[in-house]
């Protein structure tokens, strides 16, 4: 029989390109820099890395506005550093995973450049959702729709003959207009993308905004109470499915697998469940579990959910916690509300960084202990926080902007890692001391005790943490192994208590009381240390070989 693919129960660490490593000194991360640390990440014990998108790109909105899907952005490095950059991983046994963003490009994309200078309703306004504005003159939206980063989601374009002209859809930023995904050019194009990349060696595919690509063409006017979150649903009808079909046809045309893995913002497990059959994508991210409190019954509840609507389809579950969108989890389990909500980051609100950090480094127990994949986001590993008080000034996101510092955007959770030293840039330059400031130089000083340097070593650092319990996913095949199924012990409801395989047992005490273990013939990991009494405190977990 053949083995089960690795991306099944793989563990897979985000890359967010700008903000990893400096290799040439000029204060952006770049592709130099992650080949630098490569060293760092075999040693971290993950099987993969996934880049964020590293495309020729003006940055409107970090990256996820691309010009050019089959180039490097010169200011992460070339075509022959991605090429170094995948070598060198794989020969460490990291596969290469890269970000591809099929819902929209840049307004700098040639192909919009033409579209812009073409007539309306000619083909190549047809790659893109070009409408008459409604109302006197067309001086209204086509309709109601908004964007996900405030405001409305079309743009008024001024026609090559100076007049006010037709309006074009974006349902993110106005650099970002959206593809028309009923035009078999478009289709064709991405596939090509694909196809370059596999080609060149990269092992697959993290799909941005993978459920809002189809838009009904009669662009009807939405709810506007209905809240701007869930993709529409038109984009459960065949076509969507279709593109899935074409792109899981392509990964797996080649000998060793590749893996699409789609962002995929769904409530409703049976509707998620849809874009995950065995012929289309292979996995998809588990926001419920990421927006989850830390609470017992309510964990425990997306934990069956997960695995439940994940069984028939035959795909792996996901476990993750946090992103380059999301507020870092130490903030965010240190505070009262400890759920995630896009619309409301619960920014300034008191949090408690110790508690919050106990809670993480149970929380890692938690997620690294379930069967199937588990995406862990740079920084994690070494306990970083929200970075809460950037100044106005320094903030790049445009969700920032555009909602006039309503929201305040997602630079938080995107600031530079802290690799050595005792002063900000924290060693972020791989290029020695002649570094620029990087591009959002906001490190706290208080990262001094953050830093690789500072953990790596210390037996009680985060850093160690999850380096031991990567090293114990691959050495107690209960906890690594996806087919494993999880099976619940008996314990009190504010406690999770499961078995995977024969020997490996996970128990996270989410209690305000220490408990007593269930019976075990070792204790192989705990989140912090038990009592003198061998119990498990409040909010930490333990590993255990059972019998
Ligand atoms: C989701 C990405 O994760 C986010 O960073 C980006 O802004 C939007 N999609 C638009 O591409
Ligand atoms: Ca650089």
């Not at 890692?364 to 926080?385: D, I, K, V």
């Not at 990567?470 to 690594?480: D, M, Q, V």
């Not at 705990?526 to 119990?535: F, H, I, Y």
Request: glycine share 8%.
């Amino acid at each position: 029989m053949l083995a089960d693919p690795w991306w099944r129960d793989a563990v897979t660490y985000q890359v967010y390109v700008r903000s990893f490593a400096d290799g040439n000194g000029d204060g952006i991360g770049d592709l130099r820099g992650i080949r630098e640390k490569l060293g760092y990440l075999a040693e971290l014990g993950v099987n993969a890395i996934w880049l964020n998108p590293c495309f020729p790109s003006p940055m409107a909105d970090a990256g996820y506005d691309i010009a050019d899907y089959r180039e490097i952005e010169p200011s992460f490095g070339t075509l022959d550093e991605m090429d170094a950059l995948i070598a060198g991983a794989h020969e460490r046994g990291i596969r290469v995973l890269l970000d591809i963003v099929p819902n929209h490009c840049s307004d700098r994309h040639p192909r919009f450049q033409e579209a812009l200078r073409a007539e309306p309703r000619s083909a190549q306004r047809s790659w893109f959702w070009f409408r008459p504005g409604r109302g006197p003159g067309g001086d209204l939206p086509p309709n109601n729709w908004q964007s996900y980063f405030g405001g409305p989601a079309w743009t008024r374009v001024t026609e090559p003959d100076g007049t006010p002209g037709q309006w074009y859809l974006h349902l993110f930023a106005p650099e970002q207009p959206d593809f028309n995904w009923e035009n078999p050019e478009v289709r064709a194009d991405f596939v090509k993308t694909l196809r370059f990349w596999f080609d060149r060696g990269a092992d697959g595919f993290r799909i941005d905004s993978a459920a809002v690509l189809m838009k009904d063409p009669l662009l009807p006017d939405l709810d506007p109470d209905a809240g701007p979150c869930e993709p529409h649903p038109y984009n459960d009808r065949d076509g969507i499915h279709e593109i899935y079909q074409e792109w899981r046809a392509v990964a797996d045309s080649y000998d060793e697998p590749r893996v699409l893995f789609g962002e995929v913002w769904i409530a409703d497990p049976q509707r998620f469940a849809k874009y995950l059959r065995p012929q289309e994508m292979h996995a998809a991210f588990n926001f419920p579990f990421l927006r989850c409190a830390w609470d017992p019954r309510a964990l425990r509840a997306v934990i069956d959910q997960t695995v439940v609507f994940h069984r028939p389809v035959g795909a792996p579950a996901t476990w993750v916690l946090s992103n380059h969108d999301v507020t870092r989890h130490v903030t965010r389990y240190g505070r009262a509300d400890t759920t995630f909500d896009f619309d409301d980051r619960g920014h300034g609100r008191p949090v408690d960084l110790e508690l919050g950090t106990r809670r993480s480094r149970a929380a890692a127990l938690l997620y690294l202990a379930l069967p199937g994949g588990a995406y862990l986001y740079q920084g994690e590993e070494l306990g970083l926080w929200e970075v809460e008080d950037i100044p106005a000034e320094l903030r790049q996101d445009p969700m920032w902007e555009r909602t006039d510092g309503v929201n305040p955007g997602r630079d938080g959770c995107r600031v530079p890692l802290p690799w050595s030293g005792a002063r900000p840039p924290f060693g972020f330059s791989t290029a020695g001391d002649r570094q620029a400031e990087p591009w959002l130089p906001t490190q706290p000083v208080a990262w001094t005790e953050y830093t690789v340097q500072a953990q790596l070593d210390d037996p009680d650092s985060m850093l160690e943490l999850y380096r031991s319990a990567l090293a114990l996913r691959r050495t107690e095949p209960g906890f690594g192994s996806e087919r494993d199924p999880l099976r619940w012990m008996d314990s009190a409801e504010e406690v999770l208590s499961f078995r995977r395989g024969d020997t490996a047992a996970c128990v996270v005490n989410l209690s305000a009381e220490p408990i007593a273990l269930p019976p075990h013939e070792a204790v192989l990991l705990t989140s912090s240390p038990l009592t003198d009494g061998g119990l498990l405190p409040s909010d930490c977990a333990a590993w255990l070989k059972v019998g």
